[in-house]
């Protein structure tokens, strides 16, 4: 208890000594798990033994204190201010045979969306040119494909388009389903920077989204991807009707691969007319918050993706994201076949928050490569 005596001066007379006690009560303030395992992030770094439990009580901590340990890691870990651009385009798009519940391409759905062939090298090259002009340092190709098997002049272009991209001095990524094993390594041969096969959801909760392809085949791509020497992105969508507990499996499986993304996308979804969640209601910013800081807390080196359904929320909500741990978006007006923020508004978010867009980073070998060819872009290599 602490006691304030407040007394008048003055002659004794004039005085009788007015006393006032103000008490305090004390507040007892009890640090959330938010704040131990940040600061544990901090002093140990990044570590793949994460329980369930422990990241269920980060992402259950108050989201102020998760807003705060999240950018407290990031700014640890990560340039603060930096955030890369990457650019998605459909290479191929529709006409999917999945079962995927919340994708306008898969063929079993009335979108409207009509299918289209294997997009030709030259409009695939112009629209990497546009992506770099615009500021992309990523660019990333999708095929609406289930698997590559028995797709062997569609691959064979796309290892072509590989190579002519990341002869342009950008970092490629794709996500064209699940791949095998000599895939993945004809793919690092041609100069991909990373592959994109997200979970999507939990274990658990992934028979209501998907069946027509397993979480474990899902995980066995990301295992070939990871053996080739290519760059693993992998994440998940919020919103789909999961619980906040397939959200933490979702990060915990993620969290305990041999080793963590390099890319680990959050998406908000987009309920698009004619799926089977057209009815989902859309998720919330303090949603988004929660999902961005544990997974920044959990995963300090990696690439924590800003990605769909962002056209939803304003500035200041974006602003929250990149605190809570945020540091790449994709650009462009469309992810695939979904809107997308315009390039306006993102060059007017950078210039308005401060942020600094991220160099492409290459592996020592490639950036020797790049150097020998006389590549005029600049380069920050990582080890």
Known sequence: MLVIRLAIRGNAAARPLLSASFQLSSCSYTSSAAAAHAERTVREGPRNDWARDEIKSIYDSPVL???FHGAQVHRHAQNFREVQQCTLLSIKTGGCSEDCSYCPQSSRYNTGLKA???MTKDDVLQAAQKAKEAGSTRFCMGAAWRDTIGRKTNFNQILEYVKEIRGMGMEVC???GMLEKQQAVALKEAGLTAYNHNLDTSREYYPNIITTRSYDERLKTLEFVRDAGINVCSGGIIGLGEAEEDRVGLLHTLATLPTHPESVPINALIAVKGTPLQDQKPVEIWEMIRMIATARIVMPKAMVRLSAGRVRFSMPEQALCFLAGANSIFTGEKLLTTPNNDFDSDQLMFKLLGLIPK???????ALKDCMEENCEE??????
Not at 359 to 365: C, D, I, K, L
């Open 174 to 176: 794709c996500t064209l």
């Open 378 to 383: 600049a380069v920050s290599v990582t080890g």
């Open 116 to 118: 289209q062939k294997l």
């Open 65 to 67: 204190d998760l807003l």
């Open 359 to 365: 160099a492409p980073s290459f592996e020592e070998g």
